[in-house]
């Protein structure tokens, strides 16, 4: 089995032919999973691409360490790359002056970091307690305060809203303290 | 922060206070540094921990770190990566379906017992028959009709014609404009077009050869129609050698034929 920095030693040293692997390997589920959700062929060899030169550029800057293996992070990245394209083109059909705010590059680096950021309240949303995550989960995806007094069994919306006040300040505390937030934080 | 400042933070992202109450927000964020990065946090909150949403800055970020991303992203060593990644990504999709093609053989022979159910037959049917529609793409042929007053007289309205799908007038109006010698490539695309519409396959054939062997700058445009005709013949095993062809030597569409190639597995 190939160690996770296999395929980032590859990216930083351009070795086609293990990339070429790379894309054997990782290519067609990438590409699955973008044609479910609203996106082409082309969509797929685009992100594909970007999230390799993320990576790449990411390593290297920082030679961070893949908690994962390696083709599950890539999948991550290229999924989180999509949504944010998604959500990019909502916002390019409303207002011009995005589109011409954004140029590649930039958006490639507020990629990086918004993906850096999403694996930091990630990993700290795994830490909190079950009961916590599964309301946090709710309310991060908006679910109505009246169906989660429902799901969990409490008296009224005001005890779900403090259960969900605490439980937030709770994962505040584990991401404020987590020395990668400095470096995320926007001011 | 209090549960007070939590809730209407809510309400603020979630677009929901009157517009006293945002006013008054807006007023404290200008004001309260502390405030304005309660705000900020809570915000990255919803947007990254939200299964669908996700972050999209519609302002220019002050991240030190993005900035230092940038200059990365624009560095010699990413300009060379990304020409090393189109280049592997080209080898990549022409050798996956050169793969493909070869596992032909052996997926046609399980065909060839498939066939003699009918159910089959029926299958393959609709489905060429919505590709065909798919990759014809007649919504994103540029049109035959110049902004200018230089077009023959017949264009627009061969180009009418053919638009409301009115085959048969539009091409004998587009054969009018082709003997007044007008060369253009796309004509040749919209006479082939109507003539494979109306079933005339060995015309369009023709159209599409001779478009071929011209020295017009669309030329190998023909391939790809040619392609199409074979796929509305229901012919997948030529129509899956032209593809190949137009893949291997990387012609007009050859990205559109390695997808098509694939969905007629």
Request: proline residues 1%; positive net charge.
């Amino acid at each position: 089995m190939k160690d996770n920095s296999y395929y980032l030693e590859a990216l930083i040293n351009q070795d086609s032919k293990k990339i070429k692997k790379l894309y054997e390997e990782c290519f067609p589920k990438v590409e699955k999973f973008l044609l479910k959700n609203k996106g082409t062929f082309h969509d797929a060899e685009d992100i594909f691409q970007k999230a390799l030169l993320q990576i790449t550029i990411r390593y290297q800057k920082e030679k961070f360490i893949i908690k994962s293996n390696f083709e599950a992070y890539l999948f991550t990245v290229c999924r989180n790359m999509w949504r944010r394209e998604l959500n990019a083109n909502k916002n390019w059909v409303t207002n011009n002056d995005v589109v011409a705010l954004n140029e590649e590059e930039f958006n490639l680096a507020e990629a990086l970091v918004e993906q850096k950021r999403w694996e930091l309240f990630a990993e700290a949303l795994e830490l909190i307690s079950e009961n916590c995550k599964k309301i946090l989960k709710m309310f991060f995806n908006r679910i109505p305060y009246t169906k989660m007094v429902e799901e969990m069994g409490y008296n009224s919306e005001t005890v779900a809203r403090q259960r969900v006040f605490k439980c937030k300040a709770k994962l505040t505390t584990l991401i404020k303290k987590d020395k990668r937030y400095k470096s995320l934080k926007e001011i | 922060m209090s549960l007070e400042d939590d809730i209407l933070i809510e309400k603020f992202l979630n677009k929901t206070l009157s517009e006293k109450e945002e006013e008054a927000i807006l007023e404290r964020i200008k004001n309260e540094n502390d405030f304005k990065e309660k705000v900020i946090f809570e915000k990255q909150l919803l947007e990254t921990l939200h299964n669908e949403k996700w972050n999209y800055n519609e302002e220019e970020s002050s991240i030190d770190e993005v900035n230092e991303y940038v200059k990365l992203f624009k560095g010699e060593k990413a300009l060379n990566l990304k020409k090393v990644l189109k280049n592997v990504n080209e080898e990549y999709q022409a050798t996956r379906y050169k793969k493909t093609n070869k596992n032909y053989i052996y997926v046609a022979a399980v065909i060839v017992v498939l066939i003699i159910g009918t159910i089959f037959i029926n299958l393959n049917k609709v489905t060429t028959d919505e590709l065909y529609v798919e990759y014809l793409q007649l919504k994103t042929l540029p049109s035959l009709v110049s902004r200018g007053n230089n077009d023959p007289n017949n264009l627009i309205k061969a180009q009418q014609e053919f638009e409301v799908k009115n085959y048969k007038s539009a091409l004998r109006l587009f054969k009018e404009v082709e003997e007044t010698k007008y060369q253009r490539g796309i004509l040749q695309v919209y006479i082939g077009i109507s003539q494979l519409e109306l079933e005339k396959y060995s015309e369009a054939e023709k159209t599409f050869d001779t478009m071929i062997t011209s020295d017009l700058i669309d030329a190998s445009k023909g391939y790809w129609y040619k392609a199409l005709i074979s796929l509305k013949k229901k012919d997948i095993k030529r129509a899956r050698e032209r593809l190949q062809y137009i893949i291997d030597k990387e012609l007009y569409h050859h990205k559109e034929a390695i997808q098509l190639l694939r969905k007629l597995d």
